[in-house]
């Protein structure tokens, strides 16, 4: 039966996604009643411009100057906060509210992947609930999927696009043939990509969504001790020769447990073209997960944007009105594990290399020395044309070899004298 009580939430932050949560919840504000089993209300909001004309009507809602102030108005039950920043309001604003037991609905990746654990043992101690699938892959409920849909399952591993911009920046990269730089401006001036897009770019907002989902995967804290690689080291010859040899070219959020210990790293990977993640294009997100009865699910979608990222917060707030108060991470904080995490180096795999080399008898002596002594065994090797800039490309891919064998194997190639540049290595994941 419903209740006779409206939910009460306050907004802090109508940016894009705020604005989409307003519409969402004042366009089907019968629907999302009966599912959340009571009326949704909004009270009240705090953003920097009140003056601003966002196309929705903000005048029934209170309004504060300061966000931090929401989580003093007594009546508010869901604060939801879409400021972003790891530390700062958006922190001061988290702490405060879920001490005050009020619920406690984020699209912030990069508050839960740092403070996750504080913000959930806070929230654990209040009864208040903490929720943030809009933090990692947009309109994905892949969180849920983690915490519920799977619980059944011990999960080996997964691997996710979680970059939209990344992936747009790449995918214009293969079809127009562009450089990393010349897509990224062309990007950033129809305002896909942020004015400072190092965040996404070098890979930090993808290393804040996989801390999250490796958190939920193997029921351990939020920890963004992890190998952290962006896109802008990726040329187009890298893209072409991937396509020669059956990949795709993705920037992945992977996280795994090995014998070695719990591996989670953001880097670009080669991708065999017949694999899910190959196919996902332009800016959409997606994620595949290992399961031990399940097998191998995958989940696509939009991971930004007004609708899709406002479509996970509002389904955030619904489980909240409904009673469903799962802990942050699947399982209470003090039953959070310490997995050991696999030391740096250890990661064992296969491996694309491009050399530009003098084009001269005895370059392949060398490099084929090299490569025997650091016992790195050789699966294919290429060479076509002529090098822009003179020389010839030369490229390798490896047989299953420590990643610490092949970074060594490049940092001996580098002194060989017919070695034009530094080479280039990127992890081939075969799936
Ligand atoms: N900047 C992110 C992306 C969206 O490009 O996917 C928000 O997480």
């Known amino acids: 039966m419903a209740k006779d009580r409206a939910l009460k939430i306050a907004i802090a932050g109508l940016g894009t996604v705020g604005v989409g949560v307003v519409k969402i919840l004042t366009q089907h504000a019968e629907l999302m009643g009966a599912r959340a089993g009571q009326a949704i209300e909004i009270i009240a909001i705090s953003a920097r411009d009140r003056s601003r004309n966002r196309g929705v009507d903000l005048t029934s809602y209170s309004w504060s100057d300061n966000l931090v102030d929401l989580a003093a108005i007594e009546d508010v ?146 920890s963004m001790d992890m190998t952290i690689e962006g896109i802008r080291n990726i040329a187009p010859v890298d893209i072409d020769y991937a396509k020669e040899l059956g990949y795709r070219i993705k920037l992945l959020g992977v996280a795994r447990q090995t014998e070695e210990g719990v591996e989670t790293s953001v880097h670009p990977a080669m991708v065999p073209l017949a694999a899910p993640l190959a196919k996902v294009m332009d800016a959409l997100n997606a994620v595949v997960v290992q399961g031990d009865h399940v097998g191998e699910t995958v989940y696509t979608g939009a991971g930004a944007g007004e609708g899709p990222t406002a479509s996970a917060v509002v389904a955030d707030i619904i489980d909240i009105a409904r009673g469903n108060s799962y802990p942050a991470f699947g399982v209470p904080t003090d039953a959070l594990k310490d997995l050991p995490a696999m030391p740096p180096g250890q990661h064992k795999g296969t491996f694309y290399v491009r050399l530009r080399v003098e084009d001269a008898s005895g370059v392949m002596a060398d490099i ?64």
């Open 77 to 222: 039950d869901i604060i939801v906060e879409l400021v972003g920043g790891s530390d700062g309001p958006a922190l001061t604003l988290a702490r405060t509210a879920l001490a005050a037991g009020k619920s406690f609905v984020t699209a912030n990746k990069a508050l839960i992947a740092v403070h996750g654990r504080e913000l959930a043992a806070l929230a654990e101690k209040t009864g208040a609930t903490l929720r943030f699938e809009a933090a990692v892959a947009g309109g994905i409920p892949i969180l849920k999927s983690l915490a519920e849909g799977l619980a059944g399952n011990h999960i080996s591993g997964l691997y996710g696009i979680l970059n939209g911009t990344c992936n747009y920046i790449l995918t214009r990269m293969e079809r127009e043939g562009l450089s990393f730089g010349e897509v990224l401006a062309d990007a950033q001036r129809l305002g896909y990509a942020e004015a400072d897009p190092s965040f996404d770019i070098d890979g930090i907002d993808t290393a804040h969504k996989t801390a999250i989902l490796a958190a939920l995967a193997f029921g351990t804290a939020p």
């Open 368 to 431: 084929t020395a090299v490569l025997a002594r650091e016992n790195v065994s050789i699966e294919s090797m290429l060479q076509r044309g002529m090098a822009p800039g003179g020389g010839v490309y030369i490229i390798l891919t490896t047989h299953l070899t420590a990643e610490a064998a092949v970074s060594s194997t490049l940092k001996h190639f580098t002194k060989l004298e017919c070695v034009l540049e530094t080479p280039t290595m990127i992890r081939i994941e075969a799936f």
